[in-house]
């Protein structure tokens, strides 16, 4: 794994943000894997501002997300349809078309996760997949325990992981309680992963990925295995508690 530090969140963001620009203007018809969260908002908005600045087109990129709620549709607020369109793919030049995220208010669940398993596959899978991390070390919604072995499936969102993502919806009571989430070895499958780490909060979550032992209890340990991980984290993250 390759670590770069910087001072700070806005500088994780920019770095992140020139990590992938220099891709997409490589291989402008590049596969991207999204995440979600509050991580990833700076560097979004840096993509951004170089779209708007110095025109890097992504009308070529395929963009695949890791996860969505169960039960919301894409324009609720709280989706994370909702939430990439507002946060990135409004903003650029991104064919709506060739940004896929699991569908989550759909009747048959378990067939969705089935399909967009296979839409990844079937588009010759993710190049580039960023990622953050929960202070639990789960990485999409695979939670502690989640075996490193699974696909596209749905999961059960944890006290904590409901607790933490809250500050999203107007009460912890309107989160939902079930996501569908690309797996492990979903995410393992990706050519190249770029992990986003800032603030204190995950403090313990970097320590545990730099020093502890590869287990499904902590989930983000894999990629220890993964060839090519780049981590961009800040002093806030990195500083030993
Ligand atoms: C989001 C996702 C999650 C988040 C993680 C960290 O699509 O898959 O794993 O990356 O929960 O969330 P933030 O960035 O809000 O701390």
């Given amino acids: 794994m390759n670590l770069i530090e910087v001072r700070d969140y806005t500088e994780m963001s920019q770095k992140a943000a020139e990590y992938i620009i220099e891709k997409v203007r490589r291989i402008p018809n ?14 979004y908005q840096n993509l951004i501002e170089d779209h708007q600045k110095n025109k890097t087109s992504y009308q070529n990129v395929l963009t695949f997300n890791l996860d969505e709620y169960v039960g919301l549709s894409g324009d609720n607020q709280n989706s994370y349809r909702y939430f990439m369109n507002d946060k990135l793919f409004n903003h650029i030049d ?10 989550g208010n759909v009747e048959d669940i378990e067939a969705e996760c089935q399909r967009y398993e296979e839409l990844i596959h079937h588009h010759g899978g993710v190049d580039l997949q960023v990622l953050g991390i929960g202070s639990n070390g789960h990485i999409g919604f695979n ?35 079930k996501a569908i989430t690309m797996g492990i070895s979903s995410i393992m499958k990706s050519k190249e992963i770029l992990l986003l780490i800032s603030g204190e909060k995950k403090r313990e979550a970097m320590q545990k ?6 287990t499904e209890s902590f ?23």
């Fill in 94 to 103: 991104i064919d709506k078309n060739n940004t896929f995220i699991p569908c």
């Fill in 209 to 214: 990925l730099l020093h502890a032992e590869v």
């Fill in 30 to 43: 590049i596969k991207l894997g999204l995440a979600t969260g509050g991580t990833p908002i700076g560097t």
């Fill in 143 to 177: 939670e502690p325990g989640t075996s490193f072995t699974s696909k596209t499936h749905v999961v059960n969102l944890t006290a904590s992981t409901i607790e933490a993502n809250a500050r999203f919806f107007n009460s912890k009571e309107e989160v939902p309680t």
């Fill in 219 to 241: 989930p983000a340990s894999i990629l220890r295995n993964h060839p090519s991980v780049t981590i961009i984290a800040d002093q806030a993250a990195l500083a030993k508690s």
